[in-house]
């Protein structure tokens, strides 16, 4: 049986809260003798500030480094709104991100049945959804040079913000779609701008050739990214896989995940380059909703997200696509079943904390 190091970074306001639930998941997968996982955990965040004025400390992010997999929870809070910039608590999820090399990031949009009607659309559009948005985050718009400000002196200011890509950057983002894609429906949708970009005309050209020669049995189209927000809120169970630039992936994923329903129910990933050596890919792993500091501390807080992140670590990093179909399965059961957190209890009464809807996907697990 293969061993697996699992660094957990809880962080802020609910962060530790969702995490303990997975950590019981953790120690059951341990106590079967299903798999092998060595865990440590770390400070991040407002958590880490107050610990030694850091947003990570150089120890932990070592840790980070040396771990298959990263379990992060949330961070940031109105207590750290006046710490200084560079050490404030989202510096610590920069630095992960960036030291990691962490540049596709995954994002599921599933849609439980028990909640269809929870989401923003019709039963009938988003009941069975399941595709997976996976975004550039490392490089384009966001980090192009130049990045400027200017003043023209005659009352007019200029912004410049550069979107670069080079091959290396597409080619490899492509390939993650495309491998995902074969775990899946077998199909990939490439969205750009060709018609009005030139980084656009660059994606489509790159991502065409990695499909003729590594991918022919995939099957891939298309999109330009304007018309595919439009196709995701007319009809998205069109997509599996889609694969986008850093900006336009920014905008669809959470286009896709209002799909779903609730913030508390979004699970994320974040890849690496698979190591040299052993094939293993640096990953993190985290829940789409921030720390809640207006629910921290009273048991409401929804784990599903940050469990259905842990299932994509069993999925991704960890071998045991198996058992992330199970966690799957569980999650989908207990929905079933009528258990609801506050978030997702629509007009009911919640009838589950924290704890007891980890405890009930733990159960049916
Ligand atoms: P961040 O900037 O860290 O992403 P945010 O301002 O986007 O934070 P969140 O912390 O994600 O906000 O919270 C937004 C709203 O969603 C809050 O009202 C919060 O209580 C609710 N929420 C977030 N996560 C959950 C969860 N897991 N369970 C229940 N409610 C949640
Ligand atoms: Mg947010």
Redesign the pocket.
């Known amino acids: 049986m293969a061993s697996y190091n699992l660094f957990l970074l809880p962080g802020d306001g ?1 962060g530790p809260e ?1 995490m303990k639930e997975v950590e019981a998941i953790i120690a059951w997968f341990n106590a079967e003798g299903i798999a092998r996982f060595e865990v440590d955990r770390g400070l991040v965040g407002g958590s880490a500030y107050d610990a030694h004025g850091q947003a990570i400390s150089e120890a932990d992010m070592a840790k980070a480094m040396a771990s298959d997999a990263v379990l992060f929870g ?1 961070v ?1 809070g109105p207590k750290w709104d006046k710490v200084p910039y560079d050490v404030r608590p989202e510096a610590g999820l920069l630095r992960l991100r960036k030291d990691l090399g962490l540049f596709a990031n995954l994002r599921p949009a599933i849609c439980y049945p028990a909640l269809a009607d929870a989401s923003s659309l019709k039963r009938e559009v988003v009941e069975g959804l399941d595709i997976l948005i996976v975004r550039e985050l490392t490089g384009g718009v966001y980090f192009g040079e130049p990045k400027t400000i200017t003043d023209l002196g005659n009352g007019q200011k200029r912004g410049i913000d550069t979107q670069v890509y080079e091959t290396y950057e597409i080619e490899r983002i492509a390939r993650v779609a495309f491998d995902l894609a074969k775990t899946r429906r077998n199909k990939v949708s490439s969205a750009e701008k060709r018609n009005v970009m030139k980084t656009g005309v660059l994606w489509n050209e790159i991502v065409t050739r990695i499909h003729a020669a590594e991918y022919p049995g995939v099957q891939l189209e298309h999109v330009l990214a304007d018309n595919c927000a439009m196709q995701l809120v007319r009809w998205p169970k069109q997509y599996d896989v889609i694969v986008t630039d850093n900006l336009f992936g920014d905008v669809l994923s959470d286009v896709a995940a209002m799909l779903t329903g ?3 129910m979004l699970p994320s990933a974040s890849l690496g380059a698979p190591d040299a050596k052993t094939g293993r890919r640096k990953s993190l792993y985290e ?1 789409v ?4 500091p ?2 921290a501390g009273t048991g ?3 784990p599903i ?1 940050m469990i259905a992140s842990f299932g994509m670590a069993l999925r991704y990093s960890l071998g045991l696509g198996d058992w992330a179909d199970k966690l799957d399965q569980a999650i989908a059961a207990v929905l079933a079943q009528g258990i609801r ?3 997702i209890a629509g007009s009911q009464p919640a009838n589950a904390t924290t704890t007891q809807m980890g405890a009930a996907i733990l159960g049916e697990l």
């Open positions: 609910i969702v949330a940031g609730s913030l508390g829940p909703h921030g720390s809640a207006d629910i409401a807080a929804n997200a957190t506050k978030d």
